[in-house]
């Protein structure tokens, strides 16, 4: 299996970012192609933002970027699991995963920094 046999709806692949060790779900993104060959070759998540129409490392502002631990393809070859080590948080919201709350908005997760404080403009 390689690049080209992930099926890209309209140019993108799902890619799930995942704890290397806990298990614990991070976050869910896009990413197409040219983001996933540098993921490969850099061992750093990059993702395609559909909202700015841009390719972007993780990390890039926040320095809370994900080293690679392994990848994985699921069996329809539409999505991506990214195995990584989290350096600070995942989520730009400050938690440490983007699923940091419940159907009922009771917040569950671990908030690790204030956005005011990483995302300054």
């Known amino acids: 299996m390689n690049i080209n046999d992930l099926k890209f709806e309209n140019g993108l692949v799902t890619a799930i970012a995942q704890d290397y060790k806990t298990g614990e779900v991070l976050m869910v993104a896009f990413m197409d192609k040219e983001a996933l060959k540098k993921t490969i070759e850099t061992k750093r998540s990059y993702y395609w933002s559909r909202s ?15 080293i690679i631990h392994d990848i994985l393809i699921d069996c329809d070859a539409d999505a ?3 195995k990584v080590e989290q350096i600070g948080g995942a989520c730009h919201t400050g938690y440490r995963s983007c699923f940091y709350r419940t159907i009922e908005g009771k917040v569950v997760g671990e908030k690790l920094f204030e956005p005011e404080d990483v995302y300054k403009t």
């Open 80 to 82: 991506v699991l990214l």
């Open 52 to 66: 700015r129409r841009k390719l972007w490392k993780k990390g890039e502002s926040s320095g809370h970027e994900q």
